[in-house]
């Protein structure tokens, strides 16, 4: 082989090489970016999902049909199952996205509103997404992640966003084409239990990855790991208003957002996430009562003054019936209502599905939380 | 003229680099208040001013030949190596920058270059960029003594040793790699420096040119080992201070020069002290192997000064290696230990909160980074029997030419680039920079 040979199949091994490369990701899809088909206890189970859930949601959402959406953070994600029987005659999406603030779930629902004949909206709203830190304290300022617009077909106020198509692009490279993405997809064919991570095609996380800690640990584990870090959140100085009185921009976020729901005609029907006792034992420990007193009169108020003829408020995390359980070292025994301090199970979600649709749902229901509008 | 030159060179340094540091420490002493405006220190202003210096103290000394102002500028700009190094002399330099044939393109030099080239880009983007995962979340921690302990102070060190040699190294080779395209040999940086049974050896073996320079420009300037023992201890001992100022303004590349300077001036004192004896210990396995694990301990331990973000943070990570902040694993690594985890807790291990995901690929990382650092051969080896990559003629290891990784115009080869090439450029839209770009 001479230097020429050489370098002319170093040309045509590499590109061979990236080319089989990005047809495996593809194949594998490992953040459901591209819809390609799952095979069971191939690709099936989505291992490496967890950290690429803002990705999926931008652009999974926009192939699939839909007439309702829920919306929210992690809690909801795992708590409201789009196939909940109340559903049949819905094609519902769970465009909840963990770790997001209430603007960004909302900038996601808009993202929906603006290219699909959305009908129904699940809200829920969490107090502690609210609350703003010390810096926004002092100076209050429009937090947008310009990372996350960008993901957006559609800007809040329903214009098209120019940078769509090159972000879109940007994320589908590096989905095809990243040692990242070669990774997941790695992780995704050796993971492939019941107990890995996944998220499925109607964007619900049915967190059965909690099980490998419980089946190893006890739920006690995921407490001890969870209560800490929620403490040291929690313990960190909070507010409603900022210095100068003016309240959370949060509030004008949602509040906006009705208002667009009420133009388009969509109803909305907003809750609170429950708790576990021992998060509600944080909030008392900090002294955060009377906030969150405050933070309910104030989403009242909201909702009143928009005059949404199709607008329910619901209370579940006051109602504290099903947060008494108390996690145990048995391994394999998990809670029945939550996986840890903040995330209700599946279970607890139906009950609050059955008792937000008990009008139009055949469902019978526990008694649960408290209908505020 | 030399002096000021030299001066002009040094000023220049000492003002975008260092007036900073020298303000906030009269600050410190004198309680005073004074404050300068935010210097931007210039990209490679530390390798282009020392290639400027050895230039001018050989022009003074009538080593150097006539050579044009374009000539030298391109020397002195010459992309590959502008900005980190290696950091080249101008009498390896300019006679190839004026040969005649590098003008045309030749495919043997783009085989070896792209190879090369290769081997760094994968070192730096693949072994260097993960490795990083497990440095900053350690040496970065602004609340360090509550999560420090014995075992994540030891996988971020360890983590960071590799990281800091994969990533200099690397870029060393993409570097060569580059310049090699263009039919510029340039001189070796590192020779599997990790491999030394002793500090003199690791500095035969590490950043090559830098040391090169430090000899010959500094060193034997101040006097060498000309005027005794003493004399010589010192000048080795201002000397390594001095490398260490060179690589950063603060405390913690003071200390890191000192320990290197002590550890020289051990090392060599311990040469003496067999020679005087007449001890040949040398030989043995088992002195190798003691020889090689201390050396390796100085070096990290010199490497948390220098990677830590001051005295304080970097004393805390020491501490915790020598187990002042206990140790402790996840318990989830605990619950898979079954009946070990009893013995472990009658060691003293206790537990900590989390699955142990980070520590356990934190592990792997290290021995699989270790291993190729430790048992693969470097680019210098690798190509050994067919070409001679380096422009610096004196390499002073036994190179094992019969190496199975040596390098041939064959189909493995080819595979082996192709592979180390798109992983490379996998990972081109992942955030990262080069270590030695803030020197």
Redesign the interface.
Known sequence: ???????S??LW??GC??LV?AMFNWFIDPYLMFSSPRISGFNYYKADINNYVRITKAYQPVRMSMDTLIVGNSRVEMGFDPNHQCFNKHSVYNLAIPGAGIKMQLHYALNQIYQKNIKKIYIGVDFTDFLIDQKDYENQQKNINLNIIKRMKYNENGKKNEKYQWQYF?DS??SL????A?NSSFKTILQQNSNASNRKDNGFNPAQDYLT?IN??GAI?LF??KL?ELSARLSRPKYLFDSAGNRSTDFDELENFIQIAKQKQISVKLFTNPFHNDYWKLINKYKLNNKYQQWLKILTDILETSKHPRLEFWDFASDRRFSNEQPTKTKGKALKWFWEPSHYRKSLGDIMLNVMNQSDCNATSKQFGNKLK | MLIFGITMNLGLLAYFKYANFFVENINLVLATQLSIANIVLPLAISFFTFQQIAYLVDAWKGETKEYSFLHYCLFVCFFPQLIAGPIVHHKEMLPQILRPTNLRPQATNFVIGITIFAIGFFKKTVIADNLALYVSPVFDNTNLTASIDFFTAWGSALAYTLQLYFDFSGYSEMAIGCARLFGVKLPINFFSPYKSTSIVEFWRRWHITLSRFLRDYLYIALGGNRHGKVRRYTNLLLTMVLGGLWHGAGWTFVIWGCLHGFYLVVNHAWVHLLKTFNLSIEKYKLYQLFSWALTLLAVVVGWVYFRAPNLEQANTILLAMAGEYGANLPSGIYAQLGGMSNWLADMGVGISQGGGKQLVLNALWVVVAAAIALKAPNVVEIFASKEKVSCDSKIQFQLSSLHWLQWDYNNRWVAKTALMLVFGILTLTQVSEFLYFQF
């Open positions: 082989m001479n230097a020429k040979q050489y370098l199949r170093l091994s590499g090489l990236a490369i940007i490279y590096q084409l990243t040692l990242n070669l800690v190893e640990e584990a001890s790991q800490p």
